[in-house]
């Protein structure tokens, strides 16, 4: 059986247990609704018929002490209980369920009319005549609500018995689904499941650079066709990214040699010769285009070589103090919009690429320049923190909300109230993170928008024992 045909029919048994169960419980439920709106309404009549009968006993306390002793306030407060037996008969009628309630009904009516004419006699009864009449109609008042609790007994049982039918049916149904559910789970389990998970694994890791990486084929069926043709697209994207790359690499080797020849010819030209002012701005935007031309490059070769897993570092001990200081040194020298400061005149000895980690440097210095306003200043650590050396670029700038700095270490990555300040190509800081984890160090970035951005990079320092 297909996968399509097997969850088909696993569905449909489903659907169809799920449909007998909620058509149950729907009418279990109206006639448990109907029950409980009837047991509510004998309560109701019962808590009428007592309070009927302590105002007709209210109604005899206050005739008696009347006769005894002739006040007209208890003269009034009997009127007062009469009205309000009227008022409660007047709604008895509407409790009558069965055509016994509605004769008793009846009958406590009449008796209750006989009753009133008596009360209000002129001249007045006696009061073993009105007794006598009050008697009958208690008696009467009693038996209509032992009816009542006899009728909400009987419905009780009946809901009881209700109860105990759907419970056993709704467990049987239950217990049936159970099963239908552990066996169908099994078969996904098998037959999606676990080709779902290699699936997603495989992707994910396709997704994160690992183009080697394959989906496996568990069977020839629907989940099969799909792994082989992600391991079909899978193939084609890694000959693709290998084309690219070759073909980056090779565009930025041919590119290197000639900028290098041009950069340097115009930096001579600057020192060496004396221009007009108009040409001197030529030649210094001449060697500012080549100096952003020759870091382009650089940040294309770095990214070839980390994407190709070919970077090569050539690790040896160094001072991160003056190499620090001569970056430095140097941007500030060609930065004449801001004030680069340098603090942190401590050893600290790391096992790093000199010229690799100048690149990181030079990049995060300036990103600081080209995100912060002219006139701000950016401020350059180097503190020790344990066992770690931590290089710490600070600036004053329009500042990066929290949600999106995760992005910024993405190749080609540049946010969208950030992309108009300043020309790149998003891969500097991809680069940059690359080649710390290379050093075994990591790069954090803290900000707070309108109040500067702060990018630390920790690497690990050179303990005494490993020194040489």
Request: charged residues 20%; neutral net charge; proline residues 2%.
């Given at each position: 059986m297909?996968?399509?045909?097997?969850?088909?029919?696993?569905?449909?048994?489903?659907?169809?247990?799920?449909?007998?169960?909620?058509?149950?419980?729907?009418?279990?439920?109206?006639?448990?609704?109907?029950?409980?709106?009837?047991?509510?309404?004998?309560?109701?009549?019962?808590?009428?018929?007592?309070?009927?009968?302590?105002?007709?006993?209210?109604?005899?306390?206050?005739?008696?002490?009347?006769?005894?002793?002739?006040?007209?306030?208890h003269?009034?407060?009997?009127?007062?209980?009469?009205?309000?037996?009227?008022?409660?008969?007047?709604?008895?009628?509407?409790?009558g369920?069965?055509?016994?309630?509605?004769?008793?009904?009846?009958?406590?009516?009449?008796?209750?009319s006989?009753?009133?004419?008596?009360?209000?006699?002129?001249?007045?009864?006696?009061?073993?005549?009105?007794?006598?009449?009050?008697?009958?109609?208690?008696?009467?008042?009693?038996?209509?609500?032992?009816?009542?609790?006899?009728?909400?007994?009987?419905?009780?049982?009946?809901?009881?018995?209700?109860?105990?039918?759907?419970?056993?049916?709704?467990?049987s149904?239950?217990?049936?689904?159970?099963?239908?559910?552990?066996?169908?789970?099994?078969?996904?389990?098998?037959?999606?499941?676990?080709?779902?998970?290699?699936?997603?694994?495989a992707?994910?890791?396709?997704?994160?650079?690992?183009?080697?990486?394959?989906?496996?084929?568990?069977?020839?069926?629907?989940?099969?066709?799909?792994?082989?043709?992600?391991?079909?697209?899978?193939?084609?994207?890694?000959?693709?990214?290998?084309?690219?790359?070759?073909?980056?690499?090779?565009?930025?080797?041919?590119?290197?040699?000639?900028?290098?020849?041009?950069?340097?010819?115009?930096?001579?030209l600057?020192?060496?010769?004396?221009?007009?002012?108009?040409?001197?701005?030529?030649?210094?935007?001449?060697?500012?285009?080549?100096?952003?031309?020759?870091?382009?490059?650089?940040?294309?070769?770095?990214?070839?070589?980390?994407?190709?897993?070919?970077?090569?570092?050539?690790?040896?001990?160094?001072?991160?103090?003056?190499?620090?200081?001569?970056?430095q040194?140097?941007?500030?020298?060609?930065?004449?919009?801001?004030?680069?400061?340098?603090?942190?005149?401590?050893?600290?000895?790391?096992?790093?690429?000199?010229?690799?980690?100048e690149?990181?440097?030079?990049?995060?210095?300036?990103?600081?320049?080209?995100?912060?306003?002219?006139?701000?200043?950016?401020?350059?650590?180097?503190?020790?923190?344990?066992?770690?050396?931590?290089?710490?670029?600070?600036?004053?700038?329009?500042?990066?909300?929290?949600?999106?700095?995760?992005?910024?270490?993405?190749?080609?990555?540049?946010?969208?109230?950030?992309?108009?300040?300043?020309?790149?190509?998003?891969?500097?800081?991809?680069?940059?993170?690359?080649?710390?984890?290379?050093?075994?160090?990591?790069?954090?970035?803290?900000?707070?928008?309108?109040?500067?951005?702060?990018?630390?990079?920790?690497?690990?320092?050179?303990?005494?024992?490993?020194?040489?």
């Amino acid at each position: 059986m297909s996968i399509k045909k097997f969850i088909l029919l696993w569905v449909s048994v489903q659907v169809f247990c799920f449909a007998v169960m909620a058509a149950a419980l729907i009418l279990s439920t109206n006639k448990l609704q109907s029950m409980t709106g009837q047991i509510l309404k004998d309560v109701k009549a019962t808590e009428m018929a007592h309070q009927f009968e302590i105002a007709i006993l209210g109604e005899r306390r206050e005739d008696l002490l009347w006769r005894f002793t002739g006040k007209a306030d208890h003269h009034q407060q009997k009127a007062v209980y009469l009205d309000q037996a009227s008022a409660i008969i007047d709604k008895l009628e509407q409790f009558g369920t069965s055509s016994g309630e509605n004769k008793l009904g009846a009958i406590i009516e009449n008796l209750f009319s006989r009753f009133r004419m008596f009360t209000v006699a002129e001249p007045p009864v006696s009061t073993e005549t009105i007794s006598s009449a009050a008697d009958e109609l208690l008696q009467a008042v009693e038996q209509f609500r032992d009816l009542k609790r006899m009728q909400m007994t009987n419905t009780l049982a009946i809901s009881s018995r209700l109860n105990i039918i759907v419970d056993l049916g709704t467990i049987s149904l239950i217990l049936f689904i159970l099963l239908i559910v552990m066996i169908g789970s099994f078969f996904l389990v098998k037959r999606i499941i676990l080709p779902i998970s290699a699936l997603s694994e495989a992707t994910t890791q396709f997704g994160r650079g690992e183009f080697g990486t394959r989906a496996r084929v568990f069977r020839n069926d629907e989940f099969g066709s799909l792994c082989k043709t992600f391991n079909t697209m899978a193939e084609n994207i890694s000959n693709l990214q290998e084309e690219r790359l070759n073909f980056v690499a090779a565009v930025s080797h041919d590119l290197k040699n000639p900028l290098v020849l041009v950069g340097a010819t115009a930096r001579r030209l600057k020192k060496k010769l004396t221009l007009p002012g108009d040409q001197t701005i030529l030649v210094d935007r001449l060697v500012e285009q080549t100096m952003r031309m020759e870091d382009l490059v650089g940040d294309l070769m770095d990214s070839v070589q980390i994407q190709s897993g070919k970077i090569a570092l050539k690790m040896d001990e160094l001072e991160l103090y003056p190499l620090v200081d001569s970056i430095q040194r140097y941007q500030a020298e060609i930065t004449d919009s801001h004030h680069i400061v340098f603090e942190g005149k401590c050893t600290c000895r790391v096992m790093g690429d000199a010229r690799r980690l100048e690149r990181v440097f030079t990049n995060l210095i300036s990103n600081a320049v080209k995100y912060s306003g002219n006139n701000s200043r950016v401020l350059i650590k180097v503190e020790q923190q344990g066992t770690n050396a931590v290089v710490s670029i600070a600036d004053e700038g329009v500042g990066i909300p929290a949600a999106d700095i995760h992005f910024l270490f993405q190749p080609f990555a540049r946010l969208a109230h950030t992309r108009d300040m300043a020309k790149g190509t998003g891969l500097g800081l991809f680069s940059a993170k690359k080649i710390i984890d290379g050093h075994g160090g990591t790069i954090q970035i803290s900000s707070e928008p309108g109040k500067g951005t702060t990018v630390a990079v920790t690497l690990p320092l050179i303990l005494p024992t490993q020194q040489g």
